[in-house]
């Protein structure tokens, strides 16, 4: 029994660290975000933005976070312990908006969500299951928008990476080509495991992957959706221009782990809008995506330690 109580003890004090660590750097990040400003630039920026823009840069957002939590309720299924929507939801909502501004999502956010999933009777191995399948519907995500972007903007990429027409085209067809071979795969194999360089990967069932791939996409086609209302408060520019833009940043966000994709929206903008002063859309689209939601998730994590530590709690909820 002492044993037993010692383990539980620790666990609650690791959740605890968890949570007071994670709440102290979300605010150090969004001290360091605002501090670059002068506060009555960022009033000035920010009132300058007409507020049916703000309304739907919002609305996006929060569909992108909805997909989000879709992620993590499809991976559980993927993982073979399915939870329900709430418990899914709280746990995706709450690691991915600390994980989004941290960086290094694929460790901050995994830390939390195996806090969450634990308390809830997953495995370490059924947590990594649902990481890893979170992390493979990003990129299935990042490649169909990019494809997209690619095929329906070639001149954009052209002007941005000095490369022809012809080999744009090549590059958004494989990044097309591959989504459409794994959705076939999970229809021949579905359920089966495939092994690759000595691993064992089991591919997820037909409609699994098939949900995995629509939602992935959806989510950043919000993403870029709430981007393109914060820059159009500037200027006109095409949906699909910002989109595939917002795409070859968010690979280049992924690869550096900036916190809060420090540096990356901006040159976003700045490309696409090279004279204009940026700040305004900048921050509109950091406040939307980044600032808010980690506000929310930071209060989230605090009160879930605060209320699914006691003894019992879990099965209450």
Request: aromatic share 12%; with cysteine.
């Given at each position: 029994m002492?044993?037993?109580?010692?383990?539980?003890?620790?666990k609650?004090?690791?959740g605890?660290?968890?949570?007071?660590?994670?709440?102290?750097?979300?605010?150090?990040?969004?001290?360091?975000?605002?501090?670059?400003?002068?506060?009555?630039?960022?009033?000035?920026?920010?009132?300058?933005?007409?507020?049916?823009?703000?309304?739907?840069?919002?609305?996006?957002?929060?569909?992108?976070?909805?997909?989000?939590?879709?992620f993590d309720?499809?991976?559980?299924r993927?993982?073979?312990?399915?939870?329900?929507?709430?418990?899914?939801a709280l746990?995706?909502?709450?690691?991915?908006?600390?994980?989004?501004?941290?960086?290094?999502?694929?460790?901050?956010?995994?830390?939390?969500?195996?806090?969450?999933y634990?308390?809830?009777?997953l495995?370490?191995?059924?947590?990594?299951?649902v990481?890893?399948?979170?992390?493979?519907?990003?990129?299935?995500g990042?490649?169909?928008?990019g494809?997209?972007?690619?095929?329906?903007?070639?001149?954009?990429a052209?002007?941005?990476?000095?490369?022809?027409?012809?080999?744009?085209?090549?590059?958004?067809?494989?990044?097309?080509?591959?989504?459409?071979?794994?959705i076939?795969?999970a229809?021949?194999?579905?359920?089966?495991?495939?092994?690759?360089?000595?691993?064992?990967?089991?591919?997820?069932?037909?409609?699994?992957?098939?949900?995995?791939?629509?939602?992935?996409?959806l989510?950043?086609?919000?993403?870029?959706?709430?981007?393109?209302?914060?820059?159009?408060?500037l200027?006109e520019?095409a949906y699909?221009?910002v989109?595939?833009?917002?795409?070859?940043?968010?690979v280049?966000?992924?690869?550096?782990?900036?916190?809060?994709?420090?540096?990356?929206?901006?040159s976003?903008?700045?490309?696409?809008?090279?004279q204009?002063?940026?700040?305004?859309?900048?921050?509109?689209?950091?406040?939307?995506?980044?600032?808010?939601p980690?506000?929310?998730?930071?209060?989230?994590?605090?009160?879930?330690?605060?209320?699914?530590?006691r003894?019992?709690?879990?099965?209450a909820?």
């Amino acid at each position: 029994m002492k044993k037993s109580s010692g383990r539980s003890s620790l666990k609650r004090f690791l959740g605890w660290a968890i949570a007071v660590v994670a709440v102290i750097l979300s605010g150090y990040l969004l001290y360091r975000t605002l501090s670059k400003y002068d506060w009555n630039e960022l009033v000035q920026a920010v009132t300058a933005v007409p507020l049916q823009r703000m309304a739907f840069a919002l609305a996006f957002t929060a569909a992108s976070y909805l997909c989000l939590t879709g992620f993590d309720w499809l991976a559980l299924r993927y993982a073979g312990h399915p939870l329900a929507y709430p418990r899914a939801a709280l746990a995706s909502f709450t690691s991915l908006s600390l994980g989004h501004n941290i960086g290094f999502a694929a460790l901050s956010s995994g830390a939390i969500r195996y806090r969450f999933y634990s308390r809830w009777g997953l495995s370490a191995e059924e947590v990594a299951k649902v990481i890893v399948f979170c992390g493979f519907t990003v990129g299935l995500g990042l490649s169909i928008l990019g494809g997209i972007g690619l095929i329906a903007n070639p001149g954009l990429a052209e002007r941005v990476i000095g490369i022809r027409r012809q080999t744009v085209y090549l590059i958004g067809g494989i990044c097309l080509a591959w989504p459409a071979v794994y959705i076939l795969l999970a229809g021949f194999l579905g359920g089966r495991a495939v092994h690759l360089r000595g691993r064992r990967l089991e591919m997820p069932r037909f409609r699994l992957a098939l949900a995995q791939t629509v939602i992935g996409t959806l989510n950043f086609a919000f993403v870029a959706a709430a981007l393109h209302q914060a820059i159009s408060a500037l200027a006109e520019v095409a949906y699909l221009e910002v989109a595939a833009v917002y795409v070859s940043a968010n690979v280049a966000t992924l690869i550096t782990h900036a916190p809060g994709g420090l540096g990356v929206i901006e040159s976003v903008v700045l490309y696409l809008l090279p004279q204009a002063h940026l700040i305004g859309a900048v921050l509109v689209f950091r406040f939307a995506y980044f600032l808010l939601p980690l506000f929310m998730g930071s209060i989230l994590l605090a009160l879930s330690e605060a209320l699914l530590s006691r003894p019992g709690a879990e099965t209450a909820s």
